[in-house]
């Protein structure tokens, strides 16, 4: 596989799913030259004992307690032991793989005010083919702090990590690749495990697969057109124009070039004056996938290169500040969209495989078998589209809103991103099947 470059800035979900699948990465030089020009104003604060959120104060209900010299230098590694309390199975490699790259490319921004060798460190464990062994339950989307205490721990060398399809000690697995535990500096405690890269990397994933099953429900749609002897009026480029729906010119567009030397394209060639809703309406409703497809892409290279890091260092500015850039609102409700879009998509062809396999339809024969009385050919497959589809649309139900109860009620909004990224790669999985 191709080496990706990470800059800090440039990062795609392609890229992405390239590392997921074990692409190596390096590091640019300005990204690290930034990450520098970052730290001297973290070591400035902690010199001259600036208050700054999670360097020189407690995290949390905390925030109001100054630290001393002493627990300054003991905090980052407390920051991380005192988070890794996430729950349940382990995510699976790929999606590990993906969050540490993710983090590296964010680490290059440089409003973390982590050190150069805080991103080389991730980057040489990736490149060894370990990642952080992160168990699947413990986000509420308000940065993902105890996914990070998991992937945290991994890296100091006292938590678990992935080496090419198992799981084991991440002492061993670091001293295997010839790697020492990483030994972090005042705030890059706080930077292993306060940041959004596994929800953001799991959502990159979702994402990704759905553009790639798209193309498959494309072939799909068009050999159903030949099949049914749809009529193509419904795809005329004026009709469609008549209500400009985000999507649709382009939906139509794509499925009529597949169907370039159809006969069904000649005058008379239809069965019917007006096809099913399942056939006549597939500019609209792929029209709506592509439209919910290409925003939630939008939300998801935002969060691959942005800093969701709190507090965030302003070089030009020489400040460090406190934000909200750590929650991710818009990314949850791009991610409800699109996994709400794929129900409709996953609707309109489960109907349309009904048809299919009904002759007072298609006039082809019941359950495209010519076995008459002895078999039921086909016909029997529609319990499992079925099946498949009620798993899709269950998985579709948005992640709870609900005031969080965190940090003595200061931390007291969460969005759960987490459960919207693992649910749309159900939704894709099961999409791919149907």
């Known amino acids: 596989m191709a080496t990706i470059n990470l800059t800090g800035h440039s990062m795609t979900i392609e890229d992405v799913l390239q590392i997921a699948e074990g692409a190596p990465v390096s590091l640019a030089a300005t990204g690290l030259g930034g990450m520098a020009k970052s730290r001297a104003l973290i070591d400035r604060a902690v010199r001259d004992r600036t208050p700054v959120y999670g360097v020189t104060t407690g995290l949390g209900p905390n925030v109001v307690h100054a630290l001393d010299e002493q627990e300054i230098e ?6 991380v032991r005192g988070r890794a309390h996430s729950a349940g199975e382990d995510l699976p490699e790929v999606a590990s793989r993906a969050a540490l790259g993710v983090r590296i490319n964010t680490l290059l921004i440089g409003a973390a005010g982590a ?19 992160i168990r699947a339950v413990g986000s509420i989307g308000a ?13 100091i060398g006292e938590g678990r990590m992935w080496r090419i399809g198992e799981i084991i000690a991440a002492s061993d697995a670091l001293a295997g690749a010839g790697l020492k535990p990483f030994t972090p500096a005042p705030r890059e405690g706080l930077a292993l495990v306060s940041h959004s890269s596994p929800s953001v990397a799991i959502a990159a994933l979702g994402v990704g697969s759905l553009s790639s099953h798209y193309l498959c429900a494309e072939k799909a749609t068009a050999l159903s057109l030949e099949g049914f002897r749809a009529n193509l009026g419904a795809f005329d480029s004026d009709l469609l124009a008549l209500r400009p729906q985000a999507g649709q010119v382009e939906a139509s567009a794509r499925i009529m070039a597949m169907m370039d030397g159809s006969p069904l394209l000649q005058t008379g060639a239809a069965r019917r004056l007006q096809d099913p809703l399942s056939i006549r309406n597939i500019p609209q409703v792929h029209g709506a996938f592509l439209a919910a497809l290409n925003h ?12 969701s890091d709190n507090p965030g260092v302003l070089v030009d500015r020489g400040e460090i500040a406190s934000h909200g850039g750590y929650l991710t609102p818009h990314l949850v409700i791009a991610l409800g969209a699109l996994a709400q879009a794929t129900t409709q998509i996953a609707a309109v062809q489960a109907a349309r495989i009904a048809k299919m396999l009904a002759g007072r ?21 529609m319990k499992t589209v079925e099946a498949l589809f009620a798993e899709i649309s269950h998985a579709a139900s948005p992640a709870p809103i609900y005031p969080s109860f965190s940090a003595d009620g200061l931390e007291d909004v969460a969005c759960h991103t987490a459960i919207a990224a693992k649910a749309l790669n159900r939704i894709a999985d099961h999409w791919r099947r149907m």
């Open 74 to 79: 003991a905090f980052a590694l407390s920051a």
């Open 143 to 155: 940065a993902d702090l105890m996914w990070g205490g998991d992937f945290g721990l991994a890296m």
């Open 361 to 381: 339809f298609s006039d082809l024969p019941n359950g495209l078998s010519a076995s008459g009385a002895t078999g039921a050919g086909l016909g029997p497959v």
């Open 296 to 307: 939630a892409r939008a939300a998801v290279e935002a969060e691959i290169n942005g800093a």
């Open 115 to 133: 050190r150069p060798e805080m991103a080389e460190h991730l980057a040489a464990c990736l490149n060894a083919g370990l990642a952080p062994a």
